[in-house]
């Protein structure tokens, strides 16, 4: 009985050990070893919420499970004490500095700051020592002209210095991005808000070139070199939150008003030229908060919260714990497009089926145009994937996404409760939550 309990759980997707996991942290690569820090609420869903960082780590070169470290950041200081939100990592002279917004909740009224943290021995045995800055918090709130919801940092090595980036909020209400700079990432410095210059755009897979929204939480500022040009160009992945479904020539667009999207083009000062228009990151039902790192090449490293906010029912709360993060996913620009793979395609680990007590990760690939079930141990269809005919069709329930897609060549992956699919050698991705009748143990992929 308490192994079938505990087969929710996936063998490789990021799970907590308990509590409520959000948005990805602080992601830095060590050697092999791929440290990853994520949102924590170790007492949800039975206590108040006190969001701090959980700390996580695996090997890059062989899909091991993960190895679970004592949480990082807890809310403890006059600054954060509603909260550690979200924020990334930078790696200098040797040293691992993490960023993070402080939430205070004062008076009724939203205080975010920016503060940093030296992260000591993280691959250690204890996984590491956590020391606040002194100077803490090195932005202490959000300038005239915003609300208090302005957080997220996400640094990036640029010439002369750093580069922060941050979502933020208008006094408007309206979603936008702000940059900082830095020479030494202790004292930053206001460059302005990011605008955005359209007139050389083309469009993406969405209606707008760029979205609306009241709200744009967890950017990354990326360079990738191009591999259909050879030519570096910038990339600005966000989530825009508040908009409005549109369906149009039988596509649903913003299925969901927390969105997760990109646009491809040249940041010059505080100005983006926009080449390439607002495109989905990923097509599937749970998408959110992704976190990317250059790996060289011209290439990334990507995680993301398979979730979305306000969505914390599931069956595992049962075991004492919900959501998970995608697959480690190596991500690349080819003409204007983001492409993306699980970083473990070819390593054999993927394959090994169950761990004790957790659920099972079956796969399944096609060259060919088809249907795929993912049937449970009960043998229902829990989740269907089509692909022909020009389209992608990812249906849950009475759920259906229709993707545009020519390739019919599809690469799926289900790992405890968790689907990730693949399609035209990574075109398109979509994550998606799965629940069989009794658990997560699968009984595989099946043709329909």
């Known amino acids: 009985q308490a192994n079938q309990r505990l087969n929710y759980r996936p063998n490789f997707h990021l799970s907590p050990p308990q509590g409520r996991l959000n948005d990805p942290n602080g992601i830095f690569l060590e050697g092999d070893t791929l440290h990853t820090y994520y949102q924590h609420d170790p007492g949800f869903p039975h206590a108040p919420k006190r969001t701090g960082w959980g700390h996580a780590t695996t090997s890059l070169s062989s899909a091991r499970p993960w190895t679970h470290h004592p949480d990082a ?3 403890d200081l006059p600054y ?3 909260g550690c939100y979200s924020g990334g990592a930078a790696l200098a002279e040797g040293e691992v500095w993490l960023f993070y917004t402080g939430n205070l909740k004062q008076e009724g009224r939203r205080i975010p700051s920016q503060n940093r943290v030296r992260a000591l021995d993280p691959a ?14 090195l932005i202490p709130d959000a300038p005239e002209g915003y609300t208090g919801h302005f957080r997220d940092p996400h ?3 640029i010439e002369g210095g750093w580069r922060m980036v941050l979502g933020v909020q208008t006094q408007q209400e309206a979603g936008t991005v702000v940059l900082y700079h830095s020479p030494d990432l202790e004292r930053w410095d206001l460059e302005g808000e990011m605008r955005f210059d359209l007139s050389a755009a083309r469009p993406g897979l969405y209606p707008d070139l760029l979205p609306g929204g009241y709200m744009w939480e967890c950017p990354n500022l990326l360079t990738l070199k191009d591999k259909a040009t050879g030519k570096d160009k910038d990339v600005l992945i966000f989530c825009p939150q508040g908009l409005e479904r549109r369906d149009i020539d039988g596509q649903t667009h913003y299925a969901s008003s927390d969105q997760c999207g990109y646009i491809v083009g040249h940041l010059e000062g505080t100005v983006f030229h926009v080449e390439r228009g607002f495109s989905e990151l990923d097509y599937g039902h749970e998408f959110y908060a992704p976190q990317a790192v250059e790996v060289g090449n011209g290439e990334a490293l990507l995680l993301a919260w398979v979730s979305l906010p306000a969505q914390d029912e599931a069956p595992t709360l049962e075991q004492g714990w919900v959501h998970c993060l995608s697959l480690p996913r ?22 090994t089926g169950a761990r004790e007590g957790f659920g099972s990760t079956v796969v399944a690939e096609s060259e060919t145009a088809g249907a795929f079930a993912l049937v449970d141990d009960a043998g229902n269809d829990v989740l269907l994937v089509e692909s022909g005919g020009g389209v992608v069709r990812i249906t849950r329930g009475q759920g259906t996404r229709c993707i545009a897609c020519a390739d019919p060549q599809l690469r799926l992956i289900a790992d405890g409760s968790v689907a990730e699919i693949f399609a035209a050698g990574g075109d398109i991705s979509a994550a998606v939550a799965v629940y069989g009748e009794d658990g997560c143990r699968w009984r595989g992929w ?3």
């Open 73 to 75: 950041l807890y809310p």
């Open 80 to 82: 954060d004490k509603d």
């Open 124 to 137: 250690g045995p204890e996984g590491g020592f956590y020391q606040r800055d002194p100077g803490n918090p």
């Open 155 to 157: 640094l990036s090595r």
């Open 330 to 351: 190596r991500v690349w620009l080819e003409g204007g497009r983001l492409r993306q793979l699980p970083w473990w395609e070819e390593v054999p680990e993927i394959n």
């Open 446 to 448: 099946e043709r329909r």
